[in-house]
């Protein structure tokens, strides 16, 4: 089963804009991640989160982390059409099937 | 070796013919994780590996799917009688362990097609 659902399923920007996307997941968590999928290719982990973490920043990404509202951004500021790209947001509750993926915002980044 | 590999990337197949596929993961990694994703999907869990016992296998969509792996190296994911609704680009991952450390690397995926 998916417990992420990330939010919008696709988002349309121009490049140099900031482009926020959200996960909403269901049970509760150990930490949650996200990762990039470019098209016809596997996925890259671009940043982990603990749960008792509330904001992390890695270079353009800011992923921030509300654990009572079972909800998590991830921004990406001054956008490039490289960032074009399925974002997905995983969580991992600690049980034997590892991470729950969830369907991902597919984002397109407008030169 | 420098990432995870899969092969083949791509795989056409007529229904009812039996496949498999194979991952080589990252060299140290004690974690395998297979999943599969359909045109437009997200990843659905298939089933993971710790060193080569696979504690959790209902993942696997039916008795026709079947995995193996040879100590901590490569894995294979049999799927038999392969039906057109196996179609779907099947992704292989590890990762240093199942702790709640670790991210992921995950391979460039096998593209199955049955016709």
Redo the contacts between chains.
């Keep these: 089963s998916?417990q992420g659902e990330e939010d919008p399923q696709a988002l349309s920007i121009q490049e140099g804009e900031n482009a926020t996307m959200n996960c909403s997941y269901k049970t509760s968590i150990?930490?949650l991640?996200w990762?990039r999928q470019n098209s016809?290719?596997?996925?890259?982990?671009l940043i982990?989160i603990?749960s008792n973490e509330r904001e992390k920043h890695s270079g353009r990404l800011r992923v921030t982390l509300d654990t009572s509202k079972k909800s998590s951004s991830l921004l990406i500021t001054a956008s490039r059409a490289a960032d074009t790209a399925s974002y997905?947001c995983?969580t991992?509750g600690?049980g034997?099937?590892?991470?729950?993926?969830?369907?991902?915002t597919h984002l397109i980044i407008q030169p | 070796g420098a990432g995870?590999s899969?092969s083949p990337s791509n795989k056409v197949t007529e229904k009812g013919k039996d496949v498999e596929l194979r991952c080589d993961p990252i060299s140290g990694h004690t974690?395998l994780?297979w999943?599969r994703q359909r045109l437009g999907?997200?990843?659905?869990?298939l089933i993971?590996f710790q060193g080569n016992s696979a504690?959790?296998k209902?993942?696997l969509p039916s008795d026709r799917f079947s995995a193996e792996r040879t100590g901590e190296s490569v894995s294979t994911l049999t799927i038999q009688r392969t039906q057109q609704e196996d179609s779907a680009v099947y992704?292989c991952?590890s990762s240093q362990g199942?702790g709640?450390?670790y991210?992921?690397?995950?391979?460039?995926?096998t593209?199955l097609t049955v016709v």
């Design positions: 998916q150990n930490n991640q990762y016809g290719r596997g996925l890259v982990h982990l603990r997905f995983a991992y600690g034997a099937d590892g991470l729950t993926f969830g369907k991902g | 995870v899969q974690a994780y999943y999907q997200g990843l659905e869990f993971y504690p959790d209902s993942g992704l991952a199942t709640s450390h991210g992921y690397t995950f391979g460039s995926g593209r």
